[in-house]
């Protein structure tokens, strides 16, 4: 039995959120260039621009909106209008988050971890907690809820959550709202693909391990940086935006009818422990 036809995406509506760079950007990208048709939404409107016309200029069906996942007005009608310009909506990758901030990014550097600070927890402010919670999770929220709408009456849909390998991991305080944004995100994509399956709608979730992306200010594309995480990777080296691709692809596509309510881990082995 040949099955490249189950992975054919020609045609489909896909948005996905924050997706001027990085993880997004590499969704965007591979199911552009499979053939559908692709929104990408973003809080940082140059950035969005300037990759929307990179992408048109090699061929790609590919569009621009600014919105911020925390304003679930601006959110809603710039999924509305793609699904209006598409006349359908497939596929949504709820993918926009960010780091908790200074002392997330230092307890990456490999050294010493888990690295404890001495009253973290104490210092941890509500704008930083909110901050995150808001954008990790809620936005993933208004992003599923705004999809399913145009999902639901066709009877076809995928719902991609990122959430991340730190969800399944416990670290100091340091991390917490992260950690806590990312598992919730697991626990409403379960509840989301409970819900959605009677209509043909799966949700699931990609947890990347560490990838070379712009978040945390980009301090993943130290090269210090990525050869002490790499240390406790199996594989001995950490991930690409590239090394996603075909995972979103096979999530996005009709191959993945039977999957849904899962969460899967891509990460060179982290989870495993180390590889020393
Ligand atoms: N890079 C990793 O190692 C890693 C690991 C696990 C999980 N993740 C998750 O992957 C997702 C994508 O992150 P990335 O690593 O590609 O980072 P990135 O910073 O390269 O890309 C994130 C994009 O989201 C956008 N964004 C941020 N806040 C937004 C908002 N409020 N509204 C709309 N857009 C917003 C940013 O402008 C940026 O373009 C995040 O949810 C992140 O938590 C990343």
Redesign the pocket.
Same mark, same amino acid.
């Given at each position: 039995m040949n099955v490249s036809s189950r992975f054919d995406v020609t045609g489909f509506g896909v948005v996905v959120? *924050? *997706? =001027?760079? /990085?993880? /997004?950007?590499a969704y965007g990208e591979v199911l552009a260039a499979h053939g559908a048709r692709v929104t990408l &939404?973003?809080?940082?409107a140059e950035? +969005?621009a300037a990759q929307a016309s990179r992408l048109q200029g090699a061929g790609l069906d590919v569009r621009g909106a600014t919105?911020? +996942?925390?304003d679930h007005a601006a959110l809603d009608r710039a999924i509305d209008e793609a699904a209006a310009i598409y006349g359908r909506l497939d596929v949504a990758f709820a993918?926009? /988050? &960010?780091?908790s901030g200074v002392g997330f990014v230092g307890a990456w550097a490999g050294a010493e971890r888990p690295r404890v600070e001495e009253g973290a927890l104490e210092r941890y402010t509500d704008e930083r907690w909110n901050r995150v919670i808001? &954008? #990790?999770l809620n $936005?993933i929220f208004a992003t599923a809820r705004a999809a399913a709408r145009h999902m639901r009456p066709r009877r076809f849909g995928r719902i991609i959550m990122?959430?991340?390998? =730190?969800a399944t991991t416990v670290e100091p305080a340091i991390g917490s709202a992260?950690m806590a944004a990312?598992a919730g995100v697991r626990h409403f994509m379960h509840a989301v693909a409970l819900e959605l399956a009677a209509y043909g709608i799966t949700a699931n979730a990609i =947890?990347? /391990? @560490? @990838? +070379?992306? #712009? &978040? $945390?200010g980009g301090h =993943?594309h130290n090269p210090d940086v990525q050869a002490a995480v790499a240390k406790d990777i199996p594989m001995h080296r950490v *991930?690409r935006?590239d090394d996603i691709k075909a995972l979103a692809l096979f999530l996005a596509s009709p191959a993945s009818e039977y999957i849904t309510g899962q969460e899967i881990v891509i990460d060179g082995g982290w989870g495993l422990g180390g590889a020393d």
């Open positions: 959120t *924050g *997706g =001027a760079s /990085g993880l /997004g950007l &939404i973003d809080l940082d950035a +969005v919105a911020d +996942v925390t993918n926009a /988050g &960010i780091d808001d &954008i #990790n $936005g990122t959430t991340s390998l =730190a992260y990312k =947890a990347p /391990g @560490f @990838f +070379v992306t #712009n &978040i $945390g =993943a *991930g935006p």
